[in-house]
Structure formats: structure tokens, C-alpha cells
């Protein structure tokens, strides 16, 4: 493949590659696909992309193919890996780019010979480092960027191994080179101080090497030192970093637009440092806090800071300012002198001398004034995209962002420091609480910032704000006021009431907390505001105290604005959370939507249609259709023309989107069942995605179980017809490698199988059935499968003597042995483990599966007759109790007692639950008699043995467990 015709040809191929033609481009791919494990493959790249009389576009994709090859066949096990021989000369060949003239070439170059690096260094490469060194020190700037480049990259490489002894060699070299690195970015530091203002152009590649070697000894201090509190240089490396960073920041506000934009990247990597050396080696950080925070504080907090600062700057600042604040590290024991370790003493006595009283007052006060307002930008946001605007960022979005930072840090110093800052907060809120002028724009955002800051420190602030009087007061006042400014403040208010609602409110002001917020929903009002009242009002209905008889009366108006609302919304993210707001007013208030929601209903399947390139949204309306058919009930069958196709898409796994809807889509498929009276054709045809669906494994296969079950059900002969057969193989194939819990879903859906399909269920069932007999013919399972295993048995009995003899029959075949012991083996188990069984009805159904035994006039079961009986009279004991006559009853009986489902504590009963009681009102254990059934098949062996054996039988019971069944039956 090495040679120079190989090499005209792959040159070829790369320029189809890189051509505009997808046909050529296609080809071009496949054929360099098939070359991939070609010897002398990469040589031939690294020979074009090494030429450079060869055209950049096609030495760039050189590198491409040459860089994702390393990636795939650089390491030894590779399948097709690249030979040791071919990568000795690709080593050699590697280190001779280091001088490449094409900049972004040279990226690529460096991150290929990092990858290979991270294999390699420092067995199989061990000169590798020595030549990066030689070019750090070249005085061509070319070349010596370049080697800082490889550089930087091979150690962040390097630095990302986790291995004891990669991590061991790491700490070596970079105690190695950590002294010569530390020098050359002082001395490229100084000529960037010397040159910028003087030599623009020369400033500039100055500053791309001092932003690399600063990358270069973040890694490598911090996670190349075990400790770098014990390498003196790496600590006043830090030291000197704060100093020479106000340099930077002076430098910068002078400096030429082009070179700003690195001069910020560079000012940051300095901050990064100081950040990484605070979450990795908080003890090293130690002796660096008081500068820290004299620092943060002095730019961003004082006048020192003004026109010095840019945003992404003072994020970092502030970011940590809360890392020292938060650090657990710094946090002494509650008894101070249990404190182990003195670094944390010293961290806390530091933290002490520096917050003084008058430090967190100023930085609280600068904080609310200068941090938490609105700027120019948010407002001119507001108004050209106010759905943009009232979006919210979430996760950990206050590392970067501006207003979620600010908001973090104002509450983690709040938090720090309550007893110290709410008497200052509260004093702001009594100096601002009154309604201001509309007119004074600067008075209106100093009030929305001291809200803001009463709503963040809502909790802090339990004891020291009476919200009910404020609520009742200026706040009610100030929704009022509808002057355009004032927007500001009702869009505040709004997320107060929301903050405020769950921390201290009287249960009796809610239905007030709802009229104050209806107004703020109306097309009247400014979109932004809307959308705050809407996130209000789902707080306020997530209180715990919640209660639909309060909201009622507000019911139907709050609902149809808030479907105003989400039809006039354009945005994606906008309608997905009002319609999550919808949806959860829906889930809270249940049955009493049935009379309000047509409208919704009707905009549904619109929205369903315009959101097909919006899976997430798409996620939002079936999670909103599950609580609006749990509200409808059998009225939502009239919704099937349109949720029969939406369940369709969400369960086809042969489309994308089922990656997102399905698990929303198979709640929704379950949810419809549970409130459907009769089987609908659109249903019946959703019975095929089943058995795939069981196929996918235990991520949904709770939820499709269930849904089976509530097939099995709703249209038992239909279900066993469609699909009996794919299911019970479906499922016997997964069986043996299902945990306990999944399991049991099994056993539970063929018991309720055996109890309401048609006759043929147990011929369909059997090799479940098997499963289930050998697992009590081995006797191992915790007490809740074996009370499952042993129900299915007996139900199986109850039905059908001659199926169990039959799966005996099978076991033993199977095992090599002969039936009557398999039968006797489970028989033994059975009896033993049946103590174990708690629940009445279980152990009920077991004693009549026993007592039908009885008549089979096997010697199996009559050499067992005593323990059969000892089963059967505890039994009796458990179910049976005396009635107001002075007779004996049976308590399961339908009728005595009444038939308990897991599903009695729900508000209403759904069509399921009407079916599963159905159902239990048919079982054996509700409909026969323990105690007479008992005597019959005690009267019926006794003429099958004759008198005489049977009294021998008799005769060995026990006398304990003969006068326990003389109380309930004559023998």
C-alpha cells in the first residue's frame, strides 16, 4: 500500500472525498473504508499529508482518516490493528510534523499524536517528550508553537488515564518538567507584557504560546501533583497569578479588538486554576483563600473593578467566591475541637477573619444592587423575544451563564450568613415594599431585584417576613398596577407568590393566591408576565396542602387561560411548559376536568400534528393524554380515533421517535385500557406490538406486562388467539435471566391468565407452566415467588388433575426420573413451604388444591395424606371464624367478606378494576366453601379406600392434627 502508485491513487480518493459531488463523496468513503486495515495504509497518509506541494484540502483529509484510524487500530487488540513495524515508522514520521506551517492541520496532528501517546508513552514512545521539549525551546516561533501544541495535547492525553500506574507515571513526569514549564510561560508572559501595544502581530502568536503553556500547567499541577502545596514553584506560580491577571485585566481594556477576545481567554485559564485547585486540592488552596477573596472582592465588589471587568470574567469570580463558601473541606466539626485536620481550621479562622459583619453587608448590598437587576439587554430580550426571554436554564447552567450565577452565589452567601443579612433583607423590603412610580424605570428594577432576592431566600426568611400581610398589602397592589414598566414588577410578584407559597401561607388566603393570578394569565397581558403566572399557579397547585374543593370555583377559568395561553405560545420549549402546567392541573384535579377539557381535546391532535419534528413536546401531550384519560374515564373511548394512530407511531419500533414516546406512549397505551369498557378494533390492533416490545428487556417490560394483563382481561380468547403463542415464547426465553422482580410480574400475569382465559390456556401457558414446576421441584425460591409458583400449581389443579399429572410426567422425562417421585417431590416442598404462604386468600387457594388431591387415589399423595391434613387444618384456622349465631363461616367467601383489591384506595374505579373484581368474585377461594368442600372430598376418598383403609389412613394422622379437623369436619 506504501508504494508511489498506492500513493497516486489513495490522493485521488481523498480528492473525491473532499469534493462537492455526494455520489463521488459516497464512493470515495467506502473505498477508503475497505483500505482501512490495509498495511501501510496510514504510512501512505502520513507520506501525503507530510507533502506539502500536495493541495491543503486533500492533506487535511490525509490527517482526518490518519487521526480516526489511530483512534480505532492504534491499540494492540485491535481487530485489523496497525502493525508494530508500520507504527514504528509512523512514530518517527509523527515527530517530524511538529513544524507543520498549516495551523489547523497542525490541530489535527497534535490530538493524532496524543491518541497514540496515551497508548505508547512512555514503554513504546520514550522519545517523544524529548523531542516536544527541544521544540518548546525552539526559537522559530513556528515551530516552538507547534511543540506546545503536541504538547498540550499529549499531556491533557495523559493526564486522563485512571490506572494506578499511568497515574503514577504521570506524577513523575510532571515533576520533571513542571520547573522547565513554569519558566517558559513566565518568560513568554513577560514578552507578552513587553510586546503588546508595541508589536501587535508578534503580541499575538506571543499570546497563543502563553495560552497554551498555561493549559499545559493547569494539568500538570493540577492533576500532575499529588500535592502541589509541597512544590513551592506551583504555589507561587498560583500566587503570582493573581497579580499578574490585574495586569492582564488593565492590558486588555487598552488592548487592539483582535487580541481582546484571547486576552479574556487567557485572563480566564488563570481563574480556571485557581478553580480546579479549590474542587481537587481544597487543602493546597488553603494559603491562597485571603488573596482569593481580597481579590474577588476588591474588582467585583468596589469601585477598583469598574471598566476593568468583563462577564465571563466575574461569573468565574463569583463561582468562587461560592466554592470557598460552599467547600466541605473548610467546614470544621460542629464541636470544634473534634476537627481532625488542621488546614481545615486554619481555612475556617481565614473564611472568619474575612467575612466580617461590614464585608458580608457591603457584598449582599453590591449584590442586589449591581448583580441581581435587569441590565439593557435582558429588557430589549424581553421584548423582541419574550418566549426566549422567559425560558429557563437549568442544571448547572450558573456556571456559565449570567443571571444564574449571580442569583447562586446571592443565595449561598444568604444561606451562609442568614442570621448575619436578614435583617438587611427585610429592611429593603420594608423601604421598597410600596408601589413606585411607573414612570422611575431605575426604581422599578431595584424593586424587582429585592424581590428577587426575598423569592431566592424564601426559606431562609421563614421567620423574619409575614408573606400573608405582604401578600394581602402591597403585593395585591402592585399586580394591579398596569402601566408597561410595571411589567417588571407584576412578572416578579408572580414568581414571589410561586417562591412564597409553599414556605408560609394560611391554607385560607389560596383561594386569594388564585384571583390574584387569573388576571396575570389574560391576553391582556404582557406575554412574559403570563408565562410567570403560569409557573406560579403549577407551584402554588404542587403544595402539599393542595385541595381541588379550593380550586373549583376557579377551575374552568384557569383552565381555559391557560389553553389560551398555549395556543398562542409558538415556541417549542414555551408550549411544552405550559402544557406541562396543564397537564399536572389535570393530574391534581382528576375527574373533575371531565366537564372543561372538550376544547383541549379538540386542539390536541393540532398540536400533535405541528410538533412532529418536536419529540420532546411530543413526550408532553402523551403525558397530558394519561391524565386526561384517567380523568375522562370510559368517556375518553371517544378519543380512540385519534389516540389509536398516536399510539401506533409511539409504539413502532421501527421509527425513530420511539426512542422518546415510548415510555409516555405505553403509560397513555395502559392508562386507555384501564378505562375502556369493550374491546375497540383500534386497540385489538395494537395487539401485534406486544410480543417486540417484550423482546426490548426489562427497561419497559413492567409497563407492557401490565398492559398484557389488562388485554388478558378485557379480550382473554382474542389475546391467546393474536398472540398467546409469541408471548409465552417471548417470555420463556427471558425467564431464566430475569431478576426476582421481573419474575414475579410473570408468574403474576399467567396466574391472572389461568383465572380468565378461556379453557385452552393452560396447553398455551405450558412452558411457563414447567418453568413454574420446576421451580418447586427444586424448592429454593424466596417465600413471595414460591407462594406464586405453588398458587399457579393449585389453580392448575382445580382445573385439571390430568394437566398436572401431565406436567409431572414432563419434569420427570425431562430429569430422567420417574413421575411419582417428581410428584412427590413437589408434594413435599409444597407442604413445607406452605407455612410460608401469608396472605389468607393464597393459603385458602392451596388447601383446596390439596384437598382435591385427596381423590386421585394416588399412593403419591395418600402416603402424604397427614401432612396434607395438618396444611388443610391450619387453613381452617385462618379463614374461618365464628358468626353471630354461634356457627363457623368462611371469611373469603363472597358476600361475608368483601373482595379487597390492590386498587381500593383510588378515588374511583376504573373499568379494569371493575374487570379484576369481576374476576375475583369468580375464583374458587371466593366462591367455595373451605370447610364443606373439605368434608365432601374427606366423604368421597373414605368410599374410594373402603372403611378399612381409609381408617387406617386415619389412624396415622396425629392426634394433634385429627382433633384440629374434628372441629371442622367429621372423619
Not at 211 to 227: H, P, T, Y
Given at each position: 500500500?506504501?508504494?508511489?502508485?498506492?500513493?497516486?491513487?489513495?490522493?485521488?480518493?481523498?480528492?473525491?472525498?473532499?469534493?462537492?459531488?455526494?455520489?463521488?463523496?459516497?464512493?470515495?468513503?467506502?473505498?477508503?473504508?475497505?483500505?482501512?486495515?490495509?498495511?501501510?495504509?496510514?504510512?501512505?497518509?502520513?507520506?501525503?499529508?507530510?507533502?506539502?506541494?500536495?493541495?491543503?484540502?486533500?492533506?487535511?483529509?490525509?490527517?482526518?482518516?490518519?487521526?480516526?484510524?489511530?483512534?480505532?487500530?492504534?491499540?494492540?487488540?485491535?481487530?485489523?490493528?496497525?502493525?508494530?513495524?508500520?507504527?514504528?515508522?509512523?512514530?518517527?514520521?509523527?515527530?517530524?510534523?511538529?513544524?507543520?506551517?498549516?495551523?489547523?492541520?497542525?490541530?489535527?496532528?497534535?490530538?493524532?499524536?496524543?491518541?497514540?501517546?496515551?497508548?505508547?508513552?512512555?514503554?513504546?514512545?520514550?522519545?517523544?517528550?524529548?523531542?516536544?521539549?527541544?521544540?518548546?525551546?525552539?526559537?522559530?516561533?513556528?515551530?516552538?508553537?507547534?511543540?506546545?501544541?503536541?504538547?498540550?495535547?499529549?499531556?491533557?492525553?495523559?493526564?486522563?488515564?485512571?490506572?494506578?500506574?499511568?497515574?503514577?507515571?504521570?506524577?513523575?513526569?510532571?515533576?520533571?518538567?513542571?520547573?522547565?514549564?513554569?519558566?517558559?510561560?513566565?518568560?513568554?508572559?513577560?514578552?507578552?507584557?513587553?510586546?503588546?501595544?508595541?508589536?501587535?502581530?508578534?503580541?499575538?502568536?506571543?499570546?497563543?504560546?502563553?495560552?497554551?503553556?498555561?493549559?499545559?500547567?493547569?494539568?500538570?499541577?493540577?492533576?500532575?501533583?499529588?500535592?502541589?502545596?509541597?512544590?513551592?514553584?506551583?504555589?507561587?506560580?498560583?500566587?503570582?497569578?493573581?497579580?499578574?491577571?490585574?495586569?492582564?485585566?488593565?492590558?486588555?481594556?487598552?488592548?487592539?479588538?483582535?487580541?481582546?477576545?484571547?486576552?479574556?481567554?487567557?485572563?480566564?485559564?488563570?481563574?480556571?486554576?485557581?478553580?480546579?485547585?479549590?474542587?481537587?486540592?481544597?487543602?493546597?488552596?488553603?494559603?491562597?483563600?485571603?488573596?482569593?477573596?481580597?481579590?474577588?472582592?476588591?474588582?467585583?465588589?468596589?469601585?477598583?473593578?469598574?471598566?476593568?471587568?468583563?462577564?465571563?470574567?466575574?461569573?468565574?469570580?463569583?463561582?468562587?467566591?461560592?466554592?470557598?463558601?460552599?467547600?466541605?473541606?473548610?467546614?470544621?466539626?460542629?464541636?470544634?475541637?473534634?476537627?481532625?485536620?488542621?488546614?481545615?481550621?486554619?481555612?475556617?479562622?481565614?473564611?472568619?477573619?474575612?467575612?466580617?459583619?461590614?464585608?458580608?453587608?457591603?457584598?449582599?448590598?453590591?449584590?442586589?444592587?449591581?448583580?441581581?437587576?435587569?441590565?439593557?439587554?435582558?429588557?430589549?430580550?424581553?421584548?423582541?423575544?419574550?418566549?426566549?426571554?422567559?425560558?429557563?436554564?437549568?442544571?448547572?447552567?450558573?456556571?456559565?451563564?449570567?443571571?444564574?450565577?449571580?442569583?447562586?452565589?446571592?443565595?449561598?452567601?444568604?444561606?451562609?450568613?442568614?442570621?448575619?443579612?436578614?435583617?438587611?433583607?427585610?429592611?429593603?423590603?420594608?423601604?421598597?415594599?410600596?408601589?413606585?412610580?411607573?414612570?422611575?424605570?431605575?426604581?422599578?428594577?431595584?424593586?424587582?431585584?429585592?424581590?428577587?432576592?426575598?423569592?431566592?431566600a424564601a426559606f431562609d426568611l421563614y421567620d423574619e417576613i409575614d408573606f400573608d400581610s405582604w401578600l394581602t398589602s402591597s403585593l395585591s397592589l402592585e399586580l394591579g398596577v398596569k402601566d408597561s414598566n410595571y411589567r417588571i414588577v407584576r412578572r416578579r410578584v408572580c414568581w414571589l407568590l410561586g417562591q412564597w407559597s409553599g414556605v408560609k401561607l394560611s391554607p385560607e388566603l389560596r383561594p386569594r393566591l388564585y384571583e390574584m393570578l387569573m388576571p396575570m394569565l389574560t391576553n391582556s397581558e404582557d406575554l412574559v408576565v403570563r408565562l410567570a403566572a403560569a409557573k406560579a399557579m403549577k407551584v402554588v397547585i404542587d403544595d402539599f396542602e393542595f385541595s381541588v374543593e379550593e380550586l373549583e370555583p376557579y377551575l374552568e377559568q384557569v383552565f381555559s387561560l391557560l389553553f389560551a395561553l398555549l395556543k398562542e405560545v409558538s415556541e417549542c420549549d414555551t408550549k411544552l411548559n405550559v402544557l406541562n402546567v396543564l397537564?399536572?392541573?389535570?393530574?391534581?384535579?382528576?375527574?373533575?376536568?371531565?366537564?372543561?377539557?372538550?376544547?383541549?381535546?379538540?386542539?390536541?391532535?393540532?398540536?400533535?400534528?405541528?410538533?412532529?419534528?418536536?419529540?420532546?413536546?411530543?413526550?408532553?401531550?402523551?403525558?397530558?393524554?394519561?391524565?386526561?384519560?384517567?380523568?375522562?374515564?370510559?368517556?375518553?373511548?371517544?378519543?380512540?380515533?385519534?389516540?389509536?394512530?398516536?399510539?401506533?407511531?409511539?409504539?413502532?419500533?421501527?421509527?425513530?421517535?420511539?426512542?422518546?414516546?415510548?415510555?409516555?406512549?405505553?403509560?397513555?397505551?395502559?392508562?386507555?385500557?384501564?378505562?375502556?369498557?369493550?374491546?375497540?378494533?383500534?386497540?385489538?390492533?395494537?395487539?401485534?406490538?406486544?410480543?417486540?416490545?417484550?423482546?426490548?428487556?426489562?427497561?419497559?417490560?413492567?409497563?407492557?406486562?401490565?398492559?398484557?394483563?389488562?388485554?388478558?382481561?378485557?379480550?382473554?380468547?382474542?389475546?391467546?388467539?393474536?398472540?398467546?403463542?409469541?408471548?409465552?415464547?417471548?417470555?420463556?426465553?427471558?425467564?431464566?435471566?430475569?431478576?426476582?422482580?421481573?419474575?414475579?410480574?410473570?408468574?403474576?400475569?399467567?396466574?391472572?391468565?389461568?383465572?380468565?382465559?378461556?379453557?385452552?390456556?393452560?396447553?398455551?401457558?405450558?412452558?411457563?407452566?414447567?418453568?413454574?414446576?420446576?421451580?418447586?421441584?427444586?424448592?429454593?425460591?424466596?417465600?413471595?415467588?414460591?407462594?406464586?409458583?405453588?398458587?399457579?400449581?393449585?389453580?392448575?389443579?382445580?382445573?385439571?388433575?390430568?394437566?398436572?399429572?401431565?406436567?409431572?410426567l414432563t419434569t420427570a422425562t425431562k430429569l430422567n426420573s420417574n413421575h411419582n417421585d417428581v410428584a412427590g417431590k413437589v408434594l413435599d416442598v409444597w407442604c413445607d413451604k406452605m407455612p410460608c404462604v401469608t396472605a389468607p386468600e393464597r393459603r385458602k387457594l392451596l388447601a383446596l388444591a390439596l384437598s382435591s388431591l385427596l381423590t386421585t387415589e394416588s399412593p403419591v399423595v395418600l402416603s402424604r395424606v397427614y401432612i396434607v391434613f395438618l396444611n388443610v387444618a391450619e387453613t381452617l384456622n385462618d379463614v374461618t371464624r365464628p358468626d353471630e349465631q354461634g356457627g363457623i363461616i368462611d371469611s373469603l367467601m363472597a358476600g361475608v367478606g368483601d373482595v379487597v383489591l390492590?386498587?381500593?384506595?383510588?378515588?374511583?374505579?376504573?373499568?379494569?378494576?371493575?374487570?379484576?373484581?369481576?374476576?375475583?368474585?369468580?375464583?374458587?377461594?371466593?366462591?367455595?366453601?373451605?370447610?364443606?368442600?373439605?368434608?365432601?372430598?374427606?366423604?368421597?376418598?373414605?368410599?374410594?379406600?373402603?372403611?378399612?383403609?381409609?381408617?387406617?389412613?386415619?389412624?396415622?394422622?396425629?392426634?394433634?392434627?385429627?382433633?384440629?379437623?374434628?372441629?371442622?369436619?367429621?372423619?
Amino acid at each position: 500500500m506504501a508504494s508511489l502508485n498506492a500513493g497516486q491513487v489513495v490522493v485521488a480518493c481523498l480528492g473525491e472525498a473532499a469534493s462537492q459531488n455526494p455520489d463521488a463523496i459516497k464512493l470515495a468513503e467506502e473505498r477508503l473504508k475497505e483500505w482501512e486495515t490495509e498495511p501501510g495504509f496510514y504510512t501512505t497518509l502520513m507520506n501525503i499529508f507530510g507533502d506539502y506541494s500536495v493541495a491543503v484540502n486533500i492533506r487535511w483529509q490525509a490527517v482526518l482518516y490518519f487521526k480516526n484510524g489511530v483512534d480505532r487500530y492504534w491499540r494492540k487488540n485491535a481487530q485489523g490493528g496497525i502493525t508494530d513495524e508500520e507504527k514504528v515508522g509512523l512514530r518517527a514520521g509523527l515527530l517530524k510534523t511538529v513544524n507543520e506551517p498549516v495551523n489547523q492541520i497542525a490541530v489535527q496532528l497534535a490530538v493524532t499524536v496524543a491518541k497514540a501517546a496515551r497508548f505508547d508513552v512512555p514503554r513504546d514512545w520514550p522519545d517523544l517528550l524529548p523531542v516536544l521539549s527541544q521544540a518548546v525551546q525552539a526559537d522559530n516561533d513556528t515551530v516552538q508553537h507547534r511543540g506546545l501544541l503536541f504538547l498540550h495535547h499529549t499531556i491533557k492525553a495523559l493526564a486522563s488515564k485512571r490506572l494506578a500506574a499511568d497515574r503514577r507515571a504521570f506524577h513523575e513526569l510532571s515533576n520533571q518538567i513542571i520547573g522547565y514549564m513554569l519558566g517558559l510561560w513566565h518568560s513568554l508572559h513577560t514578552t507578552l507584557l513587553h510586546q503588546i501595544g508595541i508589536r501587535a502581530e508578534e503580541s499575538a502568536i506571543t499570546l497563543e504560546k502563553a495560552i497554551l503553556a498555561i493549559k499545559i500547567l493547569r494539568k500538570l499541577v493540577i492533576q500532575g501533583l499529588k500535592k502541589p502545596e509541597d512544590n513551592a514553584d506551583a504555589m507561587s506560580f498560583i500566587s503570582n497569578l493573581f497579580i499578574e491577571v490585574k495586569t492582564l485585566l488593565d492590558v486588555r481594556k487598552n488592548s487592539a479588538p483582535h487580541l481582546r477576545e484571547h486576552l479574556e481567554k487567557y485572563c480566564v485559564l488563570h481563574q480556571k486554576i485557581w478553580y480546579d485547585l479549590l474542587e481537587n486540592h481544597p487543602f493546597s488552596f488553603v494559603q491562597h483563600i485571603s488573596t482569593c477573596l481580597s481579590f474577588i472582592c476588591s474588582l467585583c465588589f468596589t469601585p477598583a473593578g469598574e471598566g476593568l471587568l468583563f462577564q465571563r470574567f466575574t461569573i468565574f469570580c463569583l463561582n468562587l467566591l461560592k466554592g470557598v463558601l460552599l467547600c466541605m473541606e473548610y467546614r470544621p466539626a460542629k464541636n470544634i475541637e473534634d476537627t481532625r485536620d488542621p488546614a481545615t481550621l486554619q481555612a475556617h479562622r481565614i473564611k472568619q477573619e474575612f467575612f466580617r459583619l461590614e464585608t458580608i453587608n457591603e457584598i449582599c448590598t453590591r449584590l442586589i444592587s449591581n448583580y441581581l437587576p435587569l441590565s439593557g439587554e435582558d429588557l430589549q430580550l424581553w421584548d423582541e423575544d419574550p418566549e426566549g426571554y422567559a425560558f429557563e436554564e437549568g442544571g448547572d447552567s450558573w456556571r456559565y451563564s449570567w443571571r444564574p450565577c449571580c442569583e447562586t452565589v446571592f443565595l449561598t452567601l444568604f444561606h451562609e450568613y442568614r442570621e448575619s443579612l436578614a435583617s438587611l433583607l427585610v429592611s429593603l423590603v420594608r423601604d421598597n415594599h410600596a408601589p413606585v412610580d411607573a414612570a422611575n424605570l431605575t426604581a422599578i428594577l431595584r424593586k424587582d431585584a429585592i424581590y428577587n432576592a426575598v423569592g431566592l431566600a424564601a426559606f431562609d426568611l421563614y421567620d423574619e417576613i409575614d408573606f400573608d400581610s405582604w401578600l394581602t398589602s402591597s403585593l395585591s397592589l402592585e399586580l394591579g398596577v398596569k402601566d408597561s414598566n410595571y411589567r417588571i414588577v407584576r412578572r416578579r410578584v408572580c414568581w414571589l407568590l410561586g417562591q412564597w407559597s409553599g414556605v408560609k401561607l394560611s391554607p385560607e388566603l389560596r383561594p386569594r393566591l388564585y384571583e390574584m393570578l387569573m388576571p396575570m394569565l389574560t391576553n391582556s397581558e404582557d406575554l412574559v408576565v403570563r408565562l410567570a403566572a403560569a409557573k406560579a399557579m403549577k407551584v402554588v397547585i404542587d403544595d402539599f396542602e393542595f385541595s381541588v374543593e379550593e380550586l373549583e370555583p376557579y377551575l374552568e377559568q384557569v383552565f381555559s387561560l391557560l389553553f389560551a395561553l398555549l395556543k398562542e405560545v409558538s415556541e417549542c420549549d414555551t408550549k411544552l411548559n405550559v402544557l406541562n402546567v396543564l397537564s399536572y392541573l389535570i393530574e391534581r384535579v382528576g375527574v373533575s376536568i371531565r366537564p372543561i377539557c372538550s376544547a383541549l381535546l379538540h386542539y390536541l391532535p393540532t398540536l400533535w400534528e405541528e410538533s412532529a419534528n418536536h419529540n420532546m413536546l411530543r413526550c408532553s401531550i402523551l403525558s397530558t393524554l394519561v391524565f386526561i384519560v384517567q380523568g375522562l374515564g370510559t368517556v375518553s373511548e371517544g378519543l380512540l380515533p385519534f389516540l389509536g394512530p398516536v399510539l401506533e407511531l409511539s409504539t413502532d419500533l421501527t421509527q425513530d421517535c420511539h426512542i422518546y414516546l415510548l415510555e409516555d406512549g405505553l403509560e397513555l397505551w395502559l392508562t386507555l385500557l384501564h378505562n375502556t369498557a369493550k374491546p375497540y378494533d383500534s386497540l385489538l390492533h395494537l395487539l401485534p406490538r406486544i410480543p417486540p416490545l417484550l423482546g426490548l428487556g426489562s427497561e419497559n417490560l413492567r409497563t407492557t406486562i401490565y398492559i398484557l394483563q389488562a388485554y388478558v382481561l378485557l379480550c382473554p380468547l382474542r389475546v391467546m388467539e393474536t398472540i398467546g403463542n409469541a408471548v409465552v415464547q417471548e417470555l420463556s426465553t427471558q425467564y431464566g435471566d430475569l431478576q426476582d422482580e421481573g419474575v414475579l410480574m410473570i408468574l403474576r400475569l399467567v396466574e391472572t391468565w389461568l383465572r380468565a382465559g378461556p379453557p385452552h390456556t393452560p396447553q398455551v401457558l405450558e412452558p411457563l407452566l414447567l418453568m413454574v414446576m420446576d421451580a418447586v421441584h427444586t424448592g429454593t425460591d424466596y417465600p413471595m415467588l414460591m407462594s406464586l409458583h405453588l398458587s399457579i400449581l393449585s389453580r392448575l389443579i382445580l382445573s385439571s388433575h390430568a394437566l398436572f399429572a401431565s406436567l409431572c410426567l414432563t419434569t420427570a422425562t425431562k430429569l430422567n426420573s420417574n413421575h411419582n417421585d417428581v410428584a412427590g417431590k413437589v408434594l413435599d416442598v409444597w407442604c413445607d413451604k406452605m407455612p410460608c404462604v401469608t396472605a389468607p386468600e393464597r393459603r385458602k387457594l392451596l388447601a383446596l388444591a390439596l384437598s382435591s388431591l385427596l381423590t386421585t387415589e394416588s399412593p403419591v399423595v395418600l402416603s402424604r395424606v397427614y401432612i396434607v391434613f395438618l396444611n388443610v387444618a391450619e387453613t381452617l384456622n385462618d379463614v374461618t371464624r365464628p358468626d353471630e349465631q354461634g356457627g363457623i363461616i368462611d371469611s373469603l367467601m363472597a358476600g361475608v367478606g368483601d373482595v379487597v383489591l390492590d386498587t381500593d384506595d383510588i378515588d374511583y374505579e376504573t373499568e379494569h378494576d371493575s374487570r379484576k373484581r369481576q374476576i375475583a368474585m369468580q375464583d374458587p377461594v371466593h366462591t367455595i366453601v373451605l370447610k364443606e368442600f373439605v368434608q365432601s372430598q374427606v366423604n368421597a376418598m373414605a368410599l374410594q379406600l373402603g372403611e378399612t383403609n381409609y381408617k387406617e389412613i386415619i389412624g396415622n394422622v396425629d392426634v394433634e392434627t385429627r382433633d384440629n379437623l374434628l372441629e371442622y369436619v367429621s372423619l
